[in-house]
């Protein structure tokens, strides 16, 4: 069964001190990897596409980088304005039937960054 | 250009009754899939619509049913309500067209709580 488990749970962390986000990931066929940042009571923005292994994107303060069991999102020197809760997200196998295929989240990392 | 939409912003229902949930997809967009969070949890897929047919489903019952329109909009109809429906509803815009992973871009959600 296609299945992400991300860890941790919650980070708390000290402005300026980075540190890692993990997104385990088992499927069947990875077609996509995505990253998703959600502030409370809003939908996800997307934020990082991955298709393969050794792969790396980054966008101000974050990097994220792709291996075949697992993907990291680097967030360093964060700021206050960080946090969030960040969503990691799986498509599985390949186009049928005319449709895209469902995304599998995990649970999400709450991640708070103090002043 | 505006991205994904979504209305009512929240929605307050008693047990029993239905529910119906409106999207209208990011420009150039051609394919809507609905998702559920319950507080606390990632997105759990509900279904998807492209061509005005639903194409793949999650484990929901029938309950959950939906609609797509020529103009690609979508709506998401709940039926029997129960307590366990409150949750965040979402809605994600996608062009299917490519072989690689579609990015699927979120709206804002429905708030629907079940009294």
């Known amino acids: 069964e296609d299945q992400v488990t991300q860890s941790p749970e919650a980070l708390r962390l000290q402005e300026g001190e980075s540190s890692s986000l993990n997104c385990s990931y088992t499927?069947?066929?990875?077609?996509?990897l995505f990253w998703y940042r959600q502030d409370p009571g809003k939908g996800p923005e997307f934020l990082f596409t991955?298709?393969?292994a050794g792969e790396e994107k980054e966008k101000e303060r974050l990097k994220a980088t792709l291996t075949k069991k697992e993907s990291f999102l680097h967030i360093t020197a964060p700021k206050p304005e960080d946090s969030a809760t960040y969503l990691c997200?799986?498509?599985?196998?390949?186009?049928?039937?005319?449709?895209?295929?469902?995304?599998?989240f995990g649970t999400g990392t709450l991640l708070a960054v103090q002043p | 250009d505006a991205g994904v939409t979504q209305s009512p912003t929240h929605l307050i229902k008693t047990r029993g009754q239905q529910v119906t949930l409106r999207c209208s997809p990011k420009?150039?967009?051609?394919?809507v899939s609905w998702y559920q969070q319950a507080l606390g949890q990632g997105p759990q897929f509900i279904f998807q619509?492209?061509?005005?047919?639903?194409?793949q489903r999650g484990n929901f019952p029938d309950r959950f049913s939906g609609h797509q329109f020529p103009n690609y909009s979508s709506e998401l109809n709940v039926n029997a309500l129960l307590l366990g429906d409150s949750a965040l509803y979402l809605c994600?815009?996608?062009?299917?067209?490519?072989?690689?992973?579609?990015?699927?871009?979120f709206g804002p959600g429905t708030r629907l709580t079940v009294l």
């Open positions: 420009s150039g967009h051609d394919t």
């Open positions: 499927v069947s066929g990875l077609r996509g």
């Open positions: 619509y492209y061509e005005e047919e639903e194409r």
């Open positions: 994600a815009s996608s062009f299917l067209g490519s072989w690689v992973a579609n990015e699927q871009f």
């Open positions: 997200a799986v498509q599985a196998g390949r186009n049928y039937g005319g449709a895209t295929n469902k995304l599998i």
């Open positions: 991955l298709y393969s």
